[in-house]
């Protein structure tokens, strides 16, 4: 009984809400309509006539919303088939007071009898307002609801606890720093109170964007920015030399599967040797962590991304105990709001009325919000003690086709009717399923509740054997196809631990 009646009071409370929100629309829009009229001066009868006028304007517009059906329609739910309801609405209002004014005495006052011309241009100005204020909070709610609906939960943020004994008063390096991951390490690094923060990162607009950034925190005095390319290895070991970082969180890769699938040698060289050679550097300037971003797509990998990823945990992982450095690396899956994630795709077909493209119609993955992921990536950081593969807990994986059909009945349209899905095939690389499991017999559990270190071994029995032979792929690289089957011979012929 309290639940249903708690419901009925938050329905109440929207319901007023938006009644005095409408009231107010009502309001400017009339009040716009004189000033437009009278060319931004006072009217020749005042502007406490007006007022009064307003009143009859405004039960004429209240009940013909009612009566349509659009005071008790969901402002959530707005979409395109419900402007016909709001242009009935305001063409009722106009026809009542253009009649009003028709049959009133011509000596009336104006609160009687609101001249033709103010009841156009009111109509057109109150039909923006309400409608552009529930599109507006319609595109609001669907981003605010979209992530928690791709996690089939709410978002979980963790705690900052003992990140900032790991941050506070360091020199924090991070590579990739312009991108979704990196850009967001960054802004939770800074919260930590660093001495420094070093960004690194190629792409000349990433990097100006997430110094701007930055810079309108408050932290202009704790930034470097770095245009530099992490397989520039002079240009890293001088980065390394002149700032001496106490902790690394490396985040630049290339991630998109297709892309990496058909440039092999390119995803070898930036995923794995890159990581390897900053290792090494870490190691020489006496960096205290070293934490790398993996992936999902590194466990048993099918595609070269994933490939390239799990060949950089093994050599990473080899570096362990060669200096006071601690390695360390962190699998998770897909981030919302990440180049090329499914949602703006989504978002960007379902606005341009386009075919909503999935891949397969039983393809599953795993999500997290970038908030979530990167503060457990520096909690797993902060648990360290050097050669763990952490995997991060995700909930359960969600089917995408699942995802494109509420998308698509939120933003008012009905899938496979007003919207088709396109069912376009697995792309080279790709897999139904991703495997990240958590469960006792893949994983050990840690002192936080989401954080798992993996069993799998993290590193190779001959990691100089499997250097030698990536760096002598990328230095005589064949063609794509060939490269992409020899960099996956790679890891099927390193024997493991």
């Excluded at 109150?126 to 529930?134: H, I, P």
């Excluded at 990162?201 to 245009?227: C, F, K, Q, T, W």
């Excluded at 290792?279 to 070269?304: H, W």
């Excluded at 050669?387 to 998308?407: K, N, T």
Aim: aromatic share 8%; net charge positive.
């Amino acid at each position: 009984m309290t639940r249903a009646r708690n419901a009925w009071m938050a329905y109440l409370a929207t319901r007023i809400v938006a009644f005095a929100a409408d009231s107010a629309a009502f309001a400017f829009a009339y009040a716009a309509a004189f000033a437009l009229r009278f060319d931004f001066q006072e009217p020749i009868f005042g502007w406490r006539a007006v007022a009064c006028s307003f009143v009859s304007v405004w039960i004429v517009q209240t009940v013909a919303f009612a009566a349509t059906g659009c005071a008790w329609r969901s402002w959530r739910r707005m979409g395109i088939l419900d402007l016909p309801r709001f242009v009935a609405a305001f063409a009722l209002s106009a026809t009542v007071l253009t009649i009003i004014r028709y049959l009133t005495p011509a000596d009336a006052q104006v609160h009687i009898r609101p001249p033709y011309s103010i009841t156009l241009v009111n109509t057109v100005l109150a039909f923006l307002a309400c409608v552009g204020m529930r599109m507006l909070w319609r595109r609001y709610v669907l981003a605010r609801q979209a992530e928690n609906l791709l996690l089939n939960r709410g978002e979980r943020l963790p705690d900052a606890h003992g990140v900032e004994g790991m941050v506070k008063g360091r020199t924090v390096m991070v590579t990739g720093a312009g991108g979704s991951i990196g850009a967001e390490i960054v802004r939770q690094v800074a919260r930590a109170d660093p001495a420094r923060i070093i960004l690194v990162e190629r792409a000349e607009n990433a990097l100006y964007e997430i110094d701007r950034d930055m810079r309108s925190l408050g932290a202009a005095d704790r930034i470097v920015p770095a245009m530099v390319d992490v397989n520039d290895l002079p240009r890293m070991r001088a980065l390394f030399a002149a700032h001496h970082p106490d902790l690394v969180l490396h985040a630049a890769a290339y991630k998109h599967v297709p892309m990496v699938e058909m440039n092999p040698v390119e995803g070898l060289l930036n995923n794995t040797l890159a990581t390897r050679r900053l290792g090494e550097l870490a190691i020489e300037s006496k960096t205290g962590r070293f934490v790398m971003i993996s992936t999902d797509k590194a466990v048993n990998p099918v595609s070269v991304m994933g490939t390239t990823k799990r060949l950089a945990e093994m050599l990473l992982m080899d570096l362990n105990g060669r200096g006071g450095t601690l390695f360390s690396a962190v699998r998770f899956g897909n981030v919302l709001g990440s180049s090329g994630s499914v949602v703006p795709l989504f978002e960007e077909q379902i606005r341009s009325r386009r075919p909503v493209t999935v891949t397969h119609p039983d393809m599953r993955r795993y999500f997290m919000t970038v908030q979530e992921a990167v503060g457990l990536v520096l909690q797993a950081g902060a648990l360290a003690k050097g050669g763990e593969i952490f995997v991060l807990d995700m909930g359960d994986p969600v089917r995408i086709l699942d995802l494109a059909e509420q998308m698509i009945r939120r933003a008012g349209l009905r899938p496979y009717v007003d919207l088709p899905i396109v069912f376009t095939g697995i792309r080279p690389g790709e897999r139904l399923f991703e495997e990240l499991d958590v469960s006792e017999r893949s994983a050990f559990r840690t002192g936080h509740a989401r954080i798992f270190i993996c069993r799998e071994p993290g590193t190779s029995t001959d990691a100089s054997a499997l250097l030698a032979a990536a760096e002598a792929l990328v230095r005589d690289p064949p063609p794509a196809a060939e490269a992409a089957a020899r960099v996956k011979a790679l890891l099927a012929n390193a024997s493991r631990l």
